[in-house]
Nanobody, 123 residues
Framework: QVQLVESGGGLVQAGGSLRLSCAAS????????MGWFRQAPGKEREFVAAITWSGGSTYYADSVKGRFTISRDNAKNTVYLQMNSLKPEDTAVYYC????????????????WGQGTQVTVSS
């Protein structure tokens, strides 16, 4: 069983930055691919970024490429999402997710989810 707890959300002006963290309670954190997804009001949940087990590979949605960076610290059982140059359209609840062998881009491939953290970007 994997428990995930996100933190770091908040209200920021357009052009600003936030760093989200997701702490995992699991014995073998490095066995899991970690992903970030988001869901805006009235929209479906969408893929944001993913990082492989040792952090050797990362994947991003086109909408965030060049602005967001996913990273992980396996010694701290934590995955991060650094979000720069934020836009109002980035406003959403952000979720981290974990799975041993997911299709990186597909939410239903991930077995474990956090409760989400709200990110609001004002114009």
């Amino acid at each position: 069983q994997v428990q995930l707890v996100e933190s770091g959300g908040g209200l920021v002006q357009a052009g600003g930055s936030l760093r989200l963290s997701c702490a995992a309670s699991v014995r073998t954190f490095s066995s899991y691919v970690m992903g970030w997804f988001r869901q805006a009001p009235g929209k479906e949940r969408e893929f944001v970024a993913a990082i492989t087990w040792s952090g050797g590979s990362t994947y991003y949605a086109d909408s965030v490429k060049g602005r967001f960076t996913i990273s992980r610290d396996n010694a701290k059982n934590t995955v991060y999402l650094q979000m720069n140059s934020l836009k109002p359209e980035d406003t959403a609840v952000y979720y981290c997710a974990a799975d041993e062998f997911p299709n990186y881009y597909t939410d239903f491939e991930y077995d474990y989810w956090g409760q989400g953290t709200q990110v609001t970007v004002s114009s």
